[in-house]
């Protein structure tokens, strides 16, 4: 059982930046990809960037792209987001999450895909 806490959330003025953090625990971390998701009030989840086990792939949702970025420490168990040039848009909870994964350089964006989930962090964004 891996257990996923994410931390570094706030209040954050447009233009903006933040670096969320997720800590792992109770698995080998570096067997798992990791991925970052959103969720607004009353929209779904939505996947915003993920990475594969070794850190060698990414991959960002569009409406992210160029603003944040994902990256991962598998020596502190831990995966980041940094996230630049935030937007009011970009105002939701955000969840990090793990997927096994037999290929080192294998990716996912299914939310459908990850076995385990954070409690979400929260990211505002005022105007």
């Known amino acids: 059982q891996v257990q996923l806490v994410e931390s570094g959330g706030g209040l954050v003025q447009a233009g903006g930046s933040l670096r969320l953090s997720c800590a792992a625990s109770?698995?080998?971390?570096?067997?798992?990809?990791m991925g970052w998701f959103r969720q607004a009030p009353g929209n779904e989840r939505e996947f915003v960037a993920a990475?594969?086990?070794?850190?060698?792939?990414?991959r960002s949702a569009d409406s992210v792209k160029g603003r944040f970025t994902i990256s991962r420490d598998n020596a502190k168990n831990t995966v980041y987001l940094e996230m630049n040039s935030l937007k009011p848009e970009d105002t939701a909870v955000y969840y990090c999450a793990a997927a096994k994964m037999i290929a080192a350089q294998t990716i996912t964006i299914m939310t459908a895909r990850y076995d385990y989930w954070g409690q979400g962090t929260q990211v505002t964004v005022s105007s």
């Open positions: 109770g698995g080998t971390f570096s067997t798992y990809a």
């Open positions: 990475i594969s086990r070794s850190g060698g792939s990414t």
